[in-house]
Nanobody, 123 residues
């Protein structure tokens, strides 16, 4: 069992930056990828970014490429989503999740989920 805790959300203005940490309760060989998803009101949950625990390979959805980065601190069992040049359309609840597969983007492939953190970007 892996517990994930997100933090760092808040209310910011367009163009600002936020960093969202996702802290995992422990490392396990069954977890290969940590992903970030978001869900805006009335919309489906969508993939944002993912990183492999080993190797650091990353993947991003097109709408955040060049603005968001994802990194990991293995010693702290923490993955960070750095969000720059935020736009109002980035407003959503952001979730981190863990998967036993490599760099998958489908939510159904993730076994463990955090509780989410709200990000609101005002224009």
């Amino acid at each position: 069992q892996v517990q994930l805790v997100e933090s760092g959300g808040g209310l910011v203005q367009a163009g600002d930056s936020l960093r969202l940490p996702c802290a995992a309760s422990r490392r396990t060989f069954s977890v290969y990828t940590i992903g970030w998803f978001r869900q805006a009101p009335g919309k489906e949950r969508e993939f944002v970014a993912a990183i492999r625990w080993s190797g650091g390979n990353t993947a991003f959805t097109d709408s955040v490429k060049g603005r968001f980065t994802i990194s990991r601190d293995n010693a702290k069992n923490t993955v960070y989503l750095q969000m720059n040049s935020l736009k109002p359309e980035d407003t959503a609840v952001y979730y981190c999740a863990a998967s036993g597969l490599w760099l998958v983007m489908a939510a159904r492939e993730y076994n463990y989920w955090g509780q989410g953190t709200q990000v609101t970007v005002s224009s």
